[in-house]
C-alpha cells in the first residue's frame, strides 16, 4: 500500500494532497508501507466525531520497518505498545451518507 509522506514535517496521508494540513508544505514523497508494523503507542477515545460506530475508538501510530510513521485505527480489543499489526484498509466513519476510508490495523494472525 502507498502513502504520501510531507517532506516538510514528515506527516503521512492515505491520498495524495495538494497542502498538508499540518505544516503547509507542497512537496510529497510516494513512501511504500508494507504489511507488518510495530505499534508504537495508542489512545482510546470515548468521546467520537460523528459517524464513527466503533466505541471505544482506539487510535494509534504505527511504525514501519522503513521507518514510516502512521496514524490509523486499531481494530483489536486487546492492545498493547510494541505488538505486531497488520495494515488494512476500511470504513472509518460515515458523515451525512459520505463513507470516510483511511488506514486501520489489526493484530497478525
Ligand atoms: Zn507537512
Not at 56 to 78: H, M, Y
Not at 82 to 99: E, I, S, T, Y
Amino acid at each position: 500500500m502507498k502513502g504520501f509522506r510531507c517532506e516538510g514535517c514528515g506527516w503521512i496521508s492515505t491520498v495524495k494532497r495538494v497542502v498538508c494540513p499540518r505544516c503547509g508544505g507542497k512537496k510529497f514523497q510516494e513512501v511504500y508501507l508494507s504489511g507488518e508494523c510495530r505499534l508504537l503507542t495508542f489512545t482510546r477515545l470515548y468521546a467520537v466525531s460523528e459517524g464513527v460506530k466503533d466505541m471505544p475508538l482506539t487510535l494509534g501510530v504505527v511504525e514501519f520497518d522503513n521507518g514510516a510513521r502512521v496514524l490509523g485505527q486499531i481494530t483489536s480489543e486487546k492492545v498493547s505498545v510494541g505488538m505486531k499489526l497488520r495494515l488494512a484498509w476500511g470504513l472509518l466513519r460515515v458523515v451525512d451518507g459520505k463513507k470516510i476510508y483511511g488506514f486501520k490495523f489489526k493484530p497478525e494472525n
